[in-house]
């Protein structure tokens, strides 16, 4: 597996705690996600494409999935116990 990634990633991720990969890679891929939104509502406005936007929401719900549930684990961790 580690032939896989790239020596750059593999440096982060070893180089960082857990708590700080975490937070900088998910603003990575919350970034990404309001990106994927951004381009999604334009070419539904544009009316140009219908199937590209159809593949586009295959990509944007499983990744708005993801950034939620990380933001409600985030925000679990921080209430007191």
Known sequence: MTSLLPAVVRDAIE???VY???ESFGIVTFILLVVLLL???VLRV???A???V???TALVV???IAVMAT????LTALLPS
């Open 62 to 64: 499983p990744l708005l």
């Open 46 to 48: 544009s009316r140009l």
């Open 20 to 22: 700080s990969a975490s």
């Open 71 to 74: 933001i409600v684990l985030r």
């Open 15 to 17: 180089g960082q705690s």
């Open 39 to 41: 381009e999604q509502e």
């Open 50 to 52: 219908p199937v590209r």
């Open 54 to 56: 159809t593949v586009l």
